[in-house]
């Protein structure tokens, strides 16, 4: 199975300031045969199901502001909320779709 | 509207068994793999199976394999998940997602083996 590691667990971050949370794989997510990463990126908050931000390691979900960034390429991904709103407080998951499907562990995002 | 919507969770004892359903609409239901994610209470989220557009690939986390058995009835839009010798770490909210990359998921619905 691909292990999927998040750093770090939890984040505390000021209203308006960057938030960015990692991702690394335990093989990499990038298919030779379409050139794209296996990686997508989830918010969920409490007592909901999670919610796709991002697929693709850096395609927006349609309706996802563009405040939500995901980067990186192979083994190493990065989530970033350029300027955290109080609506993005939640938890976060990154996800790979390369082979049978893996989370990471998650990482909660607060207001500082 | 994509929806999907899961029943059949609920309390059962240790060894018991349990179906979960979950109806689908908004959508090709036919076209595209159905899975079923779990998320143990205040943990993380575990893929758990999927199946493929005609059920003839199915996938398991390694453990519920022999245990649990996911199936599908496009004619009806939906997937099952046919939850057998159940176990206290089997607690969880169990999703239905569509797809193979788990880009929609229902609201889920809960299962506790307990005693």
């Known amino acids: 199975d691909i292990v999927m590691t998040q750093s770090p667990d939890s984040l505390a971050v000021s209203l308006g300031e960057r938030a960015t949370i990692n991702c690394k794989s335990s093989q990499s997510l990038l298919s030779s045969s379409n050139n794209k990463n296996y990686l997508g990126w989830f918010q969920q908050k409490p007592g909901q199901p999670p919610k796709l931000l991002i697929y693709?390691?850096?395609t927006r979900e349609s309706g996802v502001p563009d405040r939500f960034s995901g980067s990186g390429s192979g083994t190493d991904f990065t989530l970033t909320i350029s300027s955290l709103q109080a609506e993005d407080v939640a938890v976060y998951f990154c996800q790979q779709y390369y082979a049978i499907p893996t989370f990471g562990q998650g990482t909660k995002v607060e207001i500082q | 509207e994509v929806q999907l919507v899961e029943s059949g969770g609920g309390l059962v004892q240790p060894g018991g068994s349990l179906r979960l359903s979950c109806a689908a609409s908004?959508?090709?239901?036919?076209?595209?793999?159905m899975s079923w994610v779990r998320q143990a209470p205040g943990k993380g989220l575990e893929w758990v199976a999927n199946?493929?557009?005609?059920?003839?690939?199915?996938n398991y986390v390694e453990s519920v394999k022999g245990r649990f058995t996911i199936s599908r009835d496009n004619a009806k839009n939906s997937v099952y998940l046919q939850m057998n010798s159940l176990r206290d770490e089997d607690t969880a909210v169990y999703y239905c997602?569509?797809?193979?990359?788990?880009?929609?998921w229902g609201q889920g619905t809960l299962v506790t083996v307990s005693s």
């Open positions: 199946i493929k557009e005609e059920g003839n690939e199915k």
């Open positions: 693709w390691a850096s």
């Open positions: 908004g959508f090709t239901f036919s076209s595209g793999y």
């Open positions: 997602v569509r797809g193979w990359s788990l880009y929609y």
